[in-house]
Structures are given as structure tokens and as C-alpha cells.
T-cell receptor, first 111, second 113 residues
Framework: GESVGLHLPTLSVQEGDNSIINCAYS??????FIWYKQESGKGPQFIID?????DKRQGQRVTVLLNKTVKHLSLQIAATQPGDSAVYFC??????????FGAGTRLFVKA | EAQVTQNPRYLITVTGKKLTVTCSQN?????MSWYRQDPGLGLRQIYY???????DKGDVPEGYKVSRKEKRNFPLILESPSPNQTSLYFC????????????FGPGTRLTVT
């Protein structure tokens, strides 16, 4: 069935290191992918997105990579900071209609 | 300030007592959506709306109703709440279709006893 999952439920990194959060998706019809950050007590907040006709997109300190061959998505955060500690969700959108979220990865940043 | 608002933020109710959670956005967005968030399950889409009077089911629509009579509002209705609907609910909106950044509300924590 349709699913978006994450390889690791928690990730702990040292401040200043790079973080990589992975995500697997199963729906070949998905054409838009998004990463969201959710801090405690708040709604998800958009980080970066990528369309299926791209394989890489960069933002400020973040990069999203899309590998459609193996249906894999990753979020790279450069020079991770304490403020990056949160739960990160990948999500896929199918045809502009349904949105499917992964279960989330909790990122801990050690000072 | 561009935002999505939800009311109430917290609600404790009893089984079978109808309730409505309101959602409003001030960004003139066409697409609106409701999600529920449960531990270990991430966010699951309940219903979405592409525009006024256009709604469709997400992955977990059972036990919920929605309406979209105005562009800015997208209320979530639980006609007969049950304990398995205890959850954290988020409303979101985006410009155009769901292929754009979604802006989320602050969430509504619902407990059904």
C-alpha cells in the first residue's frame, strides 16, 4: 500500500556536525516531496521541497536528495545547531491531492 | 500576519457528543486539509479540499465530516466522537494544489472519554 517511512526513529548528532535524515516512499505516482520540522507543541513547519523531475535541491543549510530509482529521499542539515533539535517528517504528495507523511525522526543535537 | 488558526486548542468531551473544530486561514489559499497526529504514526490525512465546495477523503476519513462553504474556513465535524478519535489535530492550507508548502495551524488536542 501507500506508505512513507523513515529508516531511523531517532538521530543524535554533535553540534556542528552534519545530519542526514532518510526516508523511503513506496508510491511511484508521487510527484512532490516535502520535509517538515516539528518542534514540541507546534505544528509542522516547511523546510524544503523537491519535485519529482529533480534529484537535488538546496536551501539555507539544508539539502534534499531524491533518488527515484530506489524511492529514497534524504534531508541533509549542514553544521547542525541546537535549534535544529526537533522531529522531522518527510511527506509525499500525489497529483496535488493526497499528502502522506512518514512517521518522523527525532533529531537530538548534543552541545 | 499570515496564519492558520484553529479553535479550540484543547477539548475534552464525552463519547457521542457532537463537536466541531474550526479552521480558518487568511492567505486566500485554495487547498486546505485536516490531519490527525498519533504517537508513532506521524500525521495522517483525514480530508482535504481543493477549493470551495470541493472536498475529498484522505487516508482516515471514517467518523469525520468536513465542509468548505467559504474559502477561508474548513471546519472538522465529529458527529459522534469515540475514544479512538482522541488525538492531536492539525489544519493546514496551501496555495493552489497540495503541491505547495502547507502552512499548519497550532493544533487541537482532543480527548474523548
Amino acid at each position: 500500500g501507500e506508505s512513507v517511512g523513515l529508516h531511523l526513529p531517532t538521530l543524535s548528532v554533535q553540534e556542528g556536525d552534519n545530519s542526514i535524515i532518510n526516508c523511503a516512499y513506496s508510491n511511484s505516482a508521487s510527484d512532490y516531496f516535502i520535509w517538515y520540522k516539528q518542534e514540541s507543541g507546534k505544528g509542522p513547519q516547511f523546510i524544503i521541497d523537491i519535485r519529482s523531475n529533480m534529484d537535488k535541491r538546496q536551501g539555507q543549510r539544508v539539502t534534499v536528495l531524491l533518488n527515484k530509482t530506489v524511492k529514497h529521499l534524504s534531508l541533509q542539515i549542514a553544521a547542525t545547531q541546537p535549534g535544529d533539535s526537533a522531529v522531522y517528517f518527510c511527506a509525499e504528495n500525489i497529483g496535488g491531492f493526497k499528502t502522506i507523511f512518514g512517521a518522523g525522526t527525532r533529531l537530538f543535537v548534543k552541545a | 500576519e499570515a496564519q492558520v488558526t484553529q479553535n479550540p486548542r484543547y477539548l475534552i468531551t464525552v463519547t457521542g457528543k457532537k463537536l466541531t473544530v474550526t479552521c480558518s486561514q487568511n492567505m486566500n489559499h485554495e487547498y486546505m486539509s485536516w490531519y490527525r497526529q498519533d504517537p508513532g504514526l506521524g500525521l495522517r490525512q483525514i480530508y482535504y479540499s481543493m477549493n470551495v465546495e470541493v472536498t475529498d477523503k484522505g487516508d482516515v476519513p471514517e467518523g469525520y465530516k468536513v465542509s468548505r462553504k467559504e474559502k477561508r474556513n474548513f471546519p472538522l465535524i465529529l458527529e459522534s466522537p469515540s475514544p479512538n478519535q482522541t488525538s492531536l489535530y492539525f489544519c493546514a492550507s496551501s496555495l493552489g494544489t497540495g503541491r505547495n508548502e502547507q502552512y499548519f495551524g497550532p493544533g487541537t488536542r482532543l480527548t474523548v472519554t
